[in-house]
Nanobody, 123 residues
Framework: QVQLVESGGGLVQAGGSLRLSCAASGRTFTSYAMGWYRQAPGKEREFVGCITRSGGITYYADSVKGRFTISRDNAKNTVYLQMNRLKPEDTAVYYC????????????????WGQGTQVTVSS
């Protein structure tokens, strides 16, 4: 069992930056690859990006590539989502997720989810 708690969301103007954190507790953090997803009102939860267990490989959705960066600190059991040059269309609840498997770009591949943190980007 893994518990995930996101933090760092808030209200920011377009063009600004935020850094989200996701703290994990429970089983060995390095056993899990981590992903970030987001869900805007009335829309399905969509993939933002993911990072492998070692942190050596990251992968992003086209909509955030070049603006968002995922990193992890395995000593702190924490994964981060640095969001730069934010746009109003980035407004959503952001979720982190953990998977013990190898499919990192599909919601169904993730075993554990956090409760989400709201990010609102004003124009």
């Amino acid at each position: 069992q893994v518990q995930l708690v996101e933090s760092g969301g808030g209200l920011v103007q377009a063009g600004g930056s935020l850094r989200l954190s996701c703290a994990a507790s429970g089983r060995t953090f390095t056993s899990y690859a981590m992903g970030w997803y987001r869900q805007a009102p009335g829309k399905e939860r969509e993939f933002v990006g993911c990072i492998t267990r070692s942190g050596g490989i990251t992968y992003y959705a086209d909509s955030v590539k070049g603006r968002f960066t995922i990193s992890r600190d395995n000593a702190k059991n924490t994964v981060y989502l640095q969001m730069n040059r934010l746009k109003p269309e980035d407004t959503a609840v952001y979720y982190c997720a953990a998977t013990a498997g190898v499919v990192l770009t599909s919601k169904s591949g993730y075993n554990y989810w956090g409760q989400g943190t709201q990010v609102t980007v004003s124009s």
